[in-house]
T-cell receptor
Framework: DTEVTQTPKHLVMGMTNKKSLKCEQH?????MYWYKQKAKKPPELMFV???????INESVPSRFSPECPNSSLLNLHLHALQPEDSALYLC?????????????FGSGTRLTVV | AQKVTQAQTEISVVEKEDVTLDCVYETRDTTYYLFWYKQPPSGELVFLIRRNSFDEQNEISGRYSWNFQKSTSSFNFTITASQVVDSAVYFCALSEATNFIYNQGGKLIFGQGTELSVKP
């Protein structure tokens, strides 16, 4: 299995809702990532998990809460989002060592906040 | 700090033309990795190539070729005989090996992207 699977593919949520994005990989990768991508912009790193521990938080607002319950699963919990948080959210994974062979990206969740 | 610059925001060519996408990077690491990704309108990021900092050999894969020059910190991408299916946004990206030393995972940082439009 050489894929990163993200669910749901599309999500519409109100500003008072709580929702979660899910990401799963079975490649044995021990580093997992969340990226946010606005239209016509590059992906921006949000969080990095290494061996199920949060290692990098790129000053992301607390309304985004990541979780890594095990080595295959990465969640992003969303609460009280703003319309400007509407974007494509991409999950990725990689080996966690100096010689890396690539980052595998999921197909993303298109989030719309209304 | 790591940085990637893709100066060309948009490029438009006619089918069968050759086109080169430029990428310039900045890093203080001696070991780093450079990538090119393709993002079609559907949104997924498609991996094209990875190059480590110790391997300056150019690479060719079908109609795609890459020119890595450490002296100018550039990693340019050429599509030969472009086709309509090549229309997409192309991202150059950089990851520094130092990020992995303390089990911190790797920060993959992207350039701004070049939107390539190939017209029939």
């Amino acid at each position: 299995d050489t894929e990163v699977t993200q669910t749901p593919k599309h999500l519409v949520m109100g500003m008072t809702n709580k929702k979660s994005l899910k990401c799963e990989q079975h490649m044995g990768h021990r580093a997992m990532y969340w990226y946010k991508q606005k239209a016509k912009k590059p992906p921006e790193l949000m969080f990095v998990y290494s061996y199920e521990k949060l290692s990098i938080n790129e000053s992301v607002p607390s309304r985004f809460s990541p979780e890594c319950p095990n080595s295959s699963l990465l969640n992003l919990h969303l609460h009280a989002l703003q319309p400007e948080d509407s974007a494509l959210y991409l999950c990725a994974s990689s080996q966690d060592r100096r010689e890396i062979y690539g980052y595998t990206f999921g197909s993303g969740t298109r989030l719309t906040v209304v | 700090a790591q940085k990637v610059t893709q100066a060309q925001t948009e490029i438009s060519v006619v089918e069968k033309e050759d086109v080169t996408l430029d990428c310039v990077y900045e890093t203080r690491d001696t070991t780093y990795y450079l990538f090119w990704y393709k993002q079609p309108p559907s949104g997924e990021l498609v991996f094209l190539i990875r190059r480590n900092s110790f391997d300056e050999q150019n690479e060719i894969s079908g109609r795609y070729s890459w020119n890595f020059q450490k002296s100018t910190s550039s990693f340019n991408f050429t599509i030969t005989a472009s086709q309509v299916v090549d229309s997409a946004v192309y991202f150059c990206a950089l990851s520094e090996a130092t990020n992995f030393i303390y089990n911190q995972g790797g920060k993959l940082i992207f350039g701004q992207g070049t939107e390539l439009s190939v017209k029939p």
